[in-house]
């Protein structure tokens, strides 16, 4: 079920025709910090920042690339800012309230971390004139703003006979044998073994724990763990297993590749990803420049274009082919399942700790 704040986008759009425990995530470079702008260019700004830098904490991969090339690059050009990326764990924040200074200025964050951390006090509410994207619930508008969404599903070799169609196929060794990939790290596995044990999307919060992971021991045999998303996608194009939770963007990659690999949409999860601003964030005004830039709909547009995933200025879908509109998330919200990110946010400590427990015995 999805909830009412898509719908206006939904209504857009046939007009148009068409992580975890947290630090568990997807690491793109070497080295902690990394520079991702132009750092020669210190000259030529608008005048209105004054830091010299902006640090952003994200988790690497394909969409730090793809955030250089859209967002970090054009700004440090037009600011004159060094933008640099950093490794993102969000359990550093509370580090960070402790300290009453952040390493960071801006940190890539999902829904649910956006909804717990802003709780606890811990995220900088942002100015007025920080401009707000409307697919960004209200609840948490004053707090992060621009980002992405996805819709993260059954990623399957479509060479192995019937293609998977829903949560049930997933938990169905017999009728499609084959290794299933599973995260390391927290992320949508107990509401995957509650959809494919009958629980409807709009009733998965709070997690029935207990009916979830009797669930997932009917797959104890039968999973291959992975650390990223770029290694499940490394066992699906290698053929190690017959299918994986994955991201949207991850599998479009191989498909473009040739490979013989789909995705199934059908009660895929989506789910938003927005940039927050800590608290002691020590260059809040570079942080709130770089929203500004980021949440614009030209910027949005190719950043959806370079990763697939979609955008959180509808807006920007005006400025993408209905090929590229395809591959998106904001395109198949009719069958997707809407993760509650304030359920999961009360949910997340003791759900990360039962799933750990769970890999452990594996």
Known sequence: ??????GAAAKRRSSWHSRSLVGAALVGCAGMLVACGDSGSTSGGSGTVKSDRVVFADYGGTTRAARKQAFLNPFSRAEGVRAISADADPAKLVLFGESRRADWDLID????????????????????DVTRVDLVPKTYRDYATAGYNASTGIGYRS????????WGDFFDAARFPGKRAVPSFTYFMAEAALLADGVSCD??????LDRAFAKLDTIRDDVLVYDSFGQAVQYLAQGSVAMALVPNSRISVLEEQGLSVGFSWDDAFFTWTAAAVPADAPDADAAFALLNAMAEPEAQAEFSR???????????LELLDDETREQMPNTHLDTACEIDNEGLSADFDKYSERYQKWLAQN
Do not use: H, I, Q
């Not at 079920?1 to 898509?6: H, N």
């Open 203 to 208: 009733r998965l919060y709070p997690l029935d």
């Open 109 to 128: 964050m999902d829904g649910w971390d956006v909804d717990r951390f802003m709780r606890r006090g811990l995220l900088k509410k942002l100015p007025p």
């Open 159 to 166: 060479d192995r006979g019937d293609a998977p169609r829903s």
């Open 306 to 316: 370079l990763t697939k995933y979609g955008p959180m200025n509808s807006e920007a």
């Open 1 to 6: 079920m999805v909830r009412s704040w898509m």
